[in-house]
């Protein structure tokens, strides 16, 4: 059992825990993610670290309600455990290894984290932060009520933009468009992060194609075990068939397949949305969500 | 009861039918008198031929002697001596081609269900509380076990009998391997047998610590230098599924076997409140013949498909186990044989909707021996199908190997090992099953645990 120390809701339906995992937190570096499971009867649910601290043994985790999993793990309090807690899993991000150090400071990065993918940019830019390198940072939210993470992100970054798309806080827009202003004021980077949601990061991928900066994208496909041994996370990249959770989960956003990987990302949506509905409404739901026939 | 000596007593089984809906095991097993009536039958031989078809050498003659007699928990201890998964063996070894296909009675007559036995004696220990001997005492000396399927829990078993402190490490959130998340309910009860055999390597004093997966969790040389282990042996299995690599593979509703079987079997998405979600789909195409081919069509069939085989070579050919074959097609299970997939036509969303076959036809016989199928030119073919589970066999993982240094492997990536000892290239690690041999049987990788538990004893032994 993996103790949760520390649960804090940063949004309605988007929660921080901080989970006792020793050799989790022992061996993971920037970029990988772990894979969650509330108890017997839950799912194996595939987050991005967002924090971890060796000394203590902790992992920290933000998850955002999407399915009748997410929403059983979000209950669980303080003091109470997760039944499994694997990791680290996938690839360090390249930018955070000892050994491209040399290579990282000669460049001036950029990460912009769109909702739930703030999170996992944070111990991206604070690794870089710890080694003396300053990158700026843009995150994104839909509105001013939504947004998470700004003092954390600030006390690491260079520049932080915060972007709402309704201009109710920060600048009036998305990741994107701030990216395009900084360019069009005469910023120039070399190297972009992005994290968030598919749609987003395939936007800002396009973008960058345009604007020659390379991309690194995080990928979070469908997953089951997580070490390679399903396929369910498999990709095109440049063509190739590559497993998110072995070969990733980040990738270079320019040759990542975006159409096919959303497609894949809807395969189990019914079935999940079937899960979730069942959950929340328990006996109570009758097939009002038009697909489980429950109502016929 | 009577017995005709050339007769194998008949095993009750549940009719084809009625298991064709339910997840509940296929095969009912022996009850005493059936067992101790088929036990009359063996011959005893002083030189017994079915001990050297054992990868495990279970002293066969001696445990159904006491069968018959009816003394069932000295039969299990000398199973257990040399078996420490006997209710897994009994019930998914190839007995035809190992003791069963090397008894005298077989020359005349049907060999003695020798299977089954070993199922009873095993299934009625369990159900008698009888455990299997621990060692009397620890000699104080520690080994890494990393993997839990069958390789890792004899290895396991066998160093904790000779006095051990092992721990076995698994990457899953529950231990058994390919018996957990591979072999479905109906050929292994989970909770009944699967936990129960993981019980009992535990009652040896073997400590199991899950979801931990080594060369990213930890890797082998802290172990060793930091966690005290004085050896480690490897029996990560053969994880990594294989695709064609034929168009429209990437398309929603197609599957790999590892992913259709792990989500129904350890997460077992055919269960009642369980949270896994599965495509049930209403017509299934499974492209393989092997037994995990079978064994992923009759669950597509068991969740309500219709469900086909496609497998490139004839009937005589199916790598599948001749009763497997036989349980799938008594249960509805339709075998297209001779036919290959060109293509998986997908529909404007992104999901299957057909799959293009190719009719063959066999050739000359290739380098394994088995006559090589040859595409018949225009002979191809659209059928309608929602989801496509591929079948095609599995590659070890490199996750371990790529993270300890001095560790060899050869050209399809597996573990270079002795097969006498499971030693490999790098000191005082060892390793056998599917990691070693590329995909195999569960009996197989435990005649390799049992090898490198013997080599890990020698090694340590003499230190």
Redesign the interface.
């Known amino acids: 059992m993996y103790q949760i120390v520390r649960k804090e809701m940063l949004q309605s339906n988007i929660v921080l825990m901080e989970v006792e995992a020793p050799?989790?937190a022992?061996?993971c570096l920037p970029g990988q993610f772990i894979i969650a499971?509330t108890d017997e009867?839950?799912?194996?649910i595939p987050l991005t670290i967002c924090d971890y601290n060796r000394e203590k043994g902790t992992v920290t985790i933000v998850v955002q309600t999407i399915?009748?999993?997410t929403e059983?793990m979000m209950s669980l309090n303080q003091g109470e455990a997760l039944?499994?807690?694997?990791?680290?899993?996938g690839c360090p991000s390249e930018l955070c290894l000892e050994e491209n150090l040399e290579e990282t400071k000669k460049k001036k990065i950029v990460f912009i984290g769109g909702g739930l993918g703030t999170a996992p940019v944070y111990p991206q830019v604070k690794w870089l932060h710890e080694h003396g390198i300053e990158a700026d940072v843009i995150i994104g939210y839909r509105n001013k009520d939504l947004i998470f993470y700004e003092e954390e992100m600030k006390s690491v970054a260079k520049n932080l933009y915060v972007t709402t798309d309704d201009g109710s806080y920060g600048f009036h827009g998305n990741g994107c468009m701030q990216l395009q202003a900084l360019y069009d004021e005469g910023v120039r980077y070399d190297q972009c992060v992005t994290i968030g949601p598919m749609i987003m990061m395939k936007f800002v991928s396009e973008l960058t194609k345009k604007l020659e900066i390379p991309t690194i994208v995080s990928m979070n496909p469908i997953m089951?075990?997580g070490?390679?041994?399903?396929?369910?996370c498999?990709?095109?990249v440049d063509g190739q068939?590559k497993f998110a959770c072995?070969d990733g989960p980040e990738f270079d956003g320019h040759k990542v397949d975006f159409a096919?990987a959303m497609?894949?990302m809807?395969?189990?949506k019914t079935?999940?949305g079937r899960?979730k509905l069942a959950y929340e409404e328990g006996e109570t739901h009758h097939g009002g969500c038009g697909h489980c026939g429950g109502d016929k | 009861m009577e017995v005709n000596v050339l007769v194998r007593v008949p095993v009750r089984e549940q009719d084809p039918k009625v298991r064709a809906t339910n997840f509940e095991e296929v095969c009912l097993g022996y009850d005493a008198d059936e067992a101790m009536a088929e036990a009359t039958r063996c011959l005893n031989c002083k030189n017994a031929q079915c001990v050297k078809g054992c990868p495990v050498s279970i002293n066969i003659p001696a445990f159904i002697e006491q069968v018959k007699l009816g003394n069932f928990t000295e039969a299990y201890q000398i199973i257990s001596e040399s078996s420490a998964l006997p209710a897994v063996c009994g019930r998914v070894c190839p007995q035809e081609s190992q003791c069963e296909g090397k008894c005298i009675r077989g020359f005349k007559g049907d060999p003695v269900s020798i299977g089954k036995l070993e199922r009873f004696v095993a299934d009625t220990a369990r159900e008698n509380g009888v455990k299997p001997k621990k060692a009397e005492k620890l000699n104080g000396k520690k080994v890494a076990v990393i993997g839990s399927g069958p390789a890792g829990l004899t290895c396991a078993g066998d160093l904790a009998k000779l006095g051990y402190e092992v721990t076995i490490f698994e990457a899953l959130h529950a231990a058994g391997g390919v018996l957990s998340y591979g072999i479905p309910e109906f050929r292994l009860p989970k909770d009944k047998v699967v936990a129960a055999e993981v019980e009992n390597v535990k009652s040896l004093g073997v400590k199991i610590e899950t979801n931990v997966v080594i060369g990213k969790s930890t890797k082998i040389d802290e172990l060793m230098a930091e966690e005290g282990f004085d050896a480690v042996f490897i029996g990560s299995g053969a994880g990594l599924p294989r695709f064609m690599g034929i168009p429209g593979e990437q398309a929603n509703g197609v599957f790999s076997a590892n992913e259709f079987l792990t989500r129904n079997n350890l997460m077992k998405a055919f269960k009642e409140g369980y949270e896994t979600p599965i495509s049930r789909g209403k017509k299934v195409v499974v492209v393989g013949g092997g037994n995990v081919a079978m064994d992923a069509a009759r669950t597509a069939l068991r969740l309500g498909a219709e469900t086909h085989i496609v497998y490139r070579r004839g009937e005589e050919e199916l790598p599948a186990r001749a009763e497997e074959v036989h349980h799938a097609k008594e249960e509805g299970v339709i075998f297209d044989l001779l036919q290959n997939p060109t293509e998986i036509l997908v529909d404007e969303n992104g999901w299957v909707k057909g799959i293009r076959i190719i009719k063959m036809e066999l050739g000359e016989p290739d380098e394994s021996g088995r006559r090589s199928p040859v595409e018949i030119p225009g002979s191809e073919y659209e059928i309608a199908c929602d989801t496509v589970i591929m079948s095609l066999g599995t590659s070890p993982n490199p996750l371990i190997s790529s993270t300890t240094p001095g560790l060899d492997i050869n050209r399809r990536k597996c573990i270079v090992a002795n097969e006498e000892t499971g030693a490999t290239s790098k000191a005082a690690v060892f390793a056998g099953g599917d990691a070693v041999t590329g995909a195999a049987t569960v009996i197989l990788a435990m005649g390799a645990g049992k090898a490198a538990a013997k080599g890990i004893d020698e090694l340590l032994s003499a230190r």
Request: some cysteine.
């Open positions: 050799r989790v022992q061996h499971k009867y839950g799912e194996r399915g009748a999993g059983r039944e499994d807690f694997v990791g680290p899993l089951v075990d070490t390679g041994m399903c396929g369910a498999r990709l095109l068939v072995v096919q497609a894949r809807a395969q189990y079935e999940e899960a």
